[in-house]
């Protein structure tokens, strides 16, 4: 793990946001889903929910009810406090496949390391989650807690958490002003001041620099977990306005390694089975990236009978990738007879509007990157284009012609939103962003000529792109913390 320090706070607003700038909220968008603005060109087809929907019948917004729970305390909301008992059921399978946080817990327990920490925290909220929260609180923290993606919150896990006395902010389908709200409330609370931020994907502290600086600065500590939330990190140290102190977990070697590569690995294949049904053998499959994430991705589809192509635009990542035995080309080689699209780049606009345009009818689209920038959705929000709602996280794209793409959670984490990930892999994850954050609060005050072999061809970024994530065009391509 490395270590990230700016200077001196300078308080702007940080780029790129993976959702809604919270300053910046519309009347338009108070009112409008954040799945999917309603109009004459949507249509729903069907209701049929996947068994990790945590749907609820209940349309209302959970801001407009008052719930309590069995201690009648208050400080939550969560979809429905009543499913409670089911989430803690979850919680308790997920605590026996997680043996590296739970011998964590019991090891650190008596010695209270985060006594006094208060932590905010912005994940996913799911039962691999709640056994790291409640982990914390085990060490001797206080926790306030907000997702960090508005599709993949377990909504009985949520219930788990505020019965059992948390603050807890999240549901399954929130638009994004509610999004932001729920990190407010996180952030901004009655006799709290946080000390320690637990972020994935860096909104978090995105929204305390900019809207709460003074507070910012009395932070002890940022544990960032994603490739989006690093670079947030690192352009605002490269600018001199990171006054904290942050660890780059996503970099660890036990993070890269396993949660990246080997659950990615199987958990692609569960999005894709529970989200559209499909038979993989012989498939025709582009993977934009081959970062671990990309790796994993591309293991688990080559097993399965699948044909893959991967696009890169870092020459060692696409060597890589050629003497696995993948093909690397252009995305505009391929796009028009591919079956599958998985973007996995951290990067936006990977997949735009031209290349759906050119996608055969069928062609299933998805993101396993943690923001939802890889594929330019808002290009099909057209007034030419029908969507049809085929089931949960489902969405079929039509065009004038009849023909349809299939988009899994409108570009946002597929995994996380379709299925579910590997409790076991999680807990390595969990234990290393815990004993970050324990490191943090205790501690007292930086081959191309081989490629035609092969029959390469590199991706060349855009100058927007470049530009989005920090790079020269011409390279290098990673960070000197990268571990290829």
Known sequence: M??????????????????????SVTKETKTTSGALKKSSRYRSRSLSASSTDSFSSDESSPREKSQKNSSSFSDFCVRNINQHAFGRREIEIAEHEMPGIMALRKRACDDKPLKNAKIV??????????????????????????????YSTQNE???ALAEAGYAVFAWRGETEEDFWWCIDK?????????NMILDDGG???????????AMFKLVRGIVEESVTGVHRLYQLSKAGKLSVPAMNVNDSVTKTKFDNLYSCRESIIDSLKRSTDIMFGGKQVVICGYGEVGKGCCQALKGLGCIVYITEIDPI???????????????NEVIRNVDIVITATGNKNVVVRE?????????????MGHSNTEIDVNSLRT???????VRSQVDHIVWPDGKRIILLAEGRLVNLSCSSVPSFVVSITSATQALALIELFNAPAGPSLHLPTFDAHLTELTDEQAKYMGLNKAGPFKPNYYRY
Request: net charge neutral; hydrophobic share 45%.
């Open 383 to 389: 007034p030419d284009l029908t969507w049809e709602k």
């Open 2 to 23: 490395s270590s990230i320090q700016g200077m001196k706070a300078n308080i702007t607003a940080v780029s790129d946001s993976p959702v809604m700038d919270p300053g």
């Open 157 to 159: 896990v949520a219930a």
């Open 186 to 194: 996180c952030v901004n609370a009655e006799n709290w001041q946080p």
């Open 203 to 213: 909104d978090a502290t995105h929204l305390m620099l900019k809207k709460y600086p």
């Open 121 to 150: 925290g912005c994940t996913h909220i799911n039962a691999q989650t709640a056994v790291l929260i409640e982990t914390l609180v085990e060490l001797g923290a206080t926790i306030r807690w907000a997702a960090c993606n508005i």
């Open 317 to 331: 990542c696409a060597l890589q990738a050629s003497m696995d035995g993948f093909r690397v080309v252009k995305l």
């Open 355 to 367: 290349h759906m345009d050119k996608m055969k009818s069928g062609c299933i689209v998805c993101n």
